[in-house]
């Protein structure tokens, strides 16, 4: 039976591997999340009483307690997922990025580096790491055409994918130098289910529910490539399963939109589901505001994920017409979750029943 730390699992794409790893495996789960602002255990209440998953609050800083952890657990594969993620907040206070993003991914390796040499036989040749990245450590894209490939030149613009580009370097040096059995993936933007509510789709849902403005950057006109959670999930879980050690995977949506027609989508669709509107409000477009952009806003991010599709058969189930619907649904129809964040409740007691 495969036994797999999750590293972040309390997260948005963490809560979304480990649903899956307990929905649609027969793995045993082991999530280990520090359980900062955005680690929510109300994304896991729908598992969270599976007998093969497991819940620790640990700082991956702390290598003693997770040395220990990891030598309790005797994982198989382990899936890190663990990062502050949010690029204005980078801006705002870079240190937790830090921290976080490279200290954390060093105090990770070291501990795995020294739990895998202790393996033997079967169990050390089957052992993975599967370090889990963006596609923000790219940069920017030139032009309409280009896309990121897993030869692209790394080129980060803020400093979360500054922090995240040196976690995927210590990564990379500690399979060429140790030996260690690592994957990568760089993953474009994801949306869907209980995405916490600071980012750019979760934020325009609930704003508008709400009756308030809907801020865009700039124009609206940074192009982004959207990636449906649960596909990006299925893709990671696969990755770690079949993809080869010392290779990197690109995981996109095919979908690139600018963020200003991002957000109208949102609002027509909200406006079929919505009647009883906000006071005043005859579509929810009339919210959209425009704000100054983010400092260094890179303009264009486009994942070519041919490579995943080629050689391990991967490729996303949903369009991205399909996926926002469904997000919006989903933010429709689970208003106790949002309203906790919103709240600041969800950082108690959690739900104890949640669709």
């Given at each position: 039976m495969q036994r797999i730390v999750v590293t972040g699992g309390a997260g948005f794409i963490g809560s979304a591997v480990v649903r899956y790893l307990i929905t649609e495996t027969g793995a045993q789960v082991f999530n280990i999340d520090k359980l900062t602002y955005a680690g929510n255990l109300d994304s896991l209440v729908s598992v969270s009483d599976n007998p093969r998953y497991q819940f620790l609050q640990l700082d991956l800083c702390d290598s003693d307690a997770l040395r220990t952890a990891i030598i309790d657990f005797q994982p198989t594969h382990v899936m890190h997922l663990a990062a502050e993620s949010h690029v204005d907040r980078s801006i705002d206070g870079p240190s937790d990025f830090i921290q976080t993003n490279i200290v954390g991914t060093y105090s990770?390796?070291?501990?795995?580096?020294?739990?895998?040499?202790?393996?033997?036989?079967?169990?050390?040749?089957?052992?993975?790491?599967?370090?889990?990245?963006?596609?923000?450590?790219?940069?920017?894209?030139?032009?309409?055409?280009?896309?990121?490939?897993?030869?692209?030149?790394?080129?980060?613009?803020?400093?979360?994918?500054?922090?995240?580009?040196?976690?995927?370097?210590?990564?990379?040096?500690?399979?060429?130098?140790?030996?260690?059995?690592?994957?990568?993936?760089?993953?474009?933007?994801?949306?869907?289910?209980?995405?916490?509510?600071?980012?750019?789709?979760?934020?325009?849902?609930?704003?508008?529910?709400?009756?308030?403005?809907?801020?865009?950057?700039?124009r609206g006109d940074q192009i982004r490539d959207w990636l449906y959670v649960e596909d990006h999930a299925r893709a990671l879980v696969q990755v770690v399963n079949q993809g080869v050690v010392g290779e990197t995977y690109n995981i996109g949506g095919h979908n690139e939109k600018t963020n200003l027609a991002v957000v109208e989508t949102l609002c027509d669709l909200l406006d079929q589901?919505?009647?009883?509107?906000?006071?005043?409000?005859?579509?929810?477009?009339?919210?959209?505001?425009?704000?100054?952009?983010?400092?260094?806003?890179d303009r264009r991010y486009a994942i070519d994920a041919s490579k995943i599709a080629d050689t391990l058969g991967w490729t996303p189930q949903e369009t991205f017409e399909s996926g926002l619907a469904k997000t919006v649904d989903w933010f429709l129809a689970n208003r106790p979750w949002w309203q906790r964040v919103r709240s600041g409740a969800y950082r108690g007691e959690r739900l104890g029943t949640l669709a």
């Open positions: 990770l390796l070291e501990v795995l580096r020294e739990y895998w040499m202790g393996l033997e036989g079967a169990a050390q040749a089957d052992f993975r790491l599967h370090h889990i990245s963006t596609d923000e450590v790219y940069g920017d894209l030139e032009g309409t055409d280009a896309l990121f490939t897993e030869e692209t030149a790394y080129q980060p613009s803020s400093p979360y994918s500054a922090s995240k580009a040196a976690s995927d370097h210590l990564v990379r040096a500690w399979h060429r130098t140790y030996g260690l059995p690592v994957v990568v993936t760089n993953c474009s933007n994801n949306y869907g289910p209980y995405h916490f509510p600071e980012k750019l789709i979760p934020l325009a849902i609930l704003n508008a529910i709400e009756g308030l403005p809907i801020p865009v950057y700039g589901r919505i009647t009883d509107k906000p006071a005043g409000i005859g579509s929810f477009r009339e919210l959209i505001t425009f704000v100054a952009d983010r400092p260094g806003h």
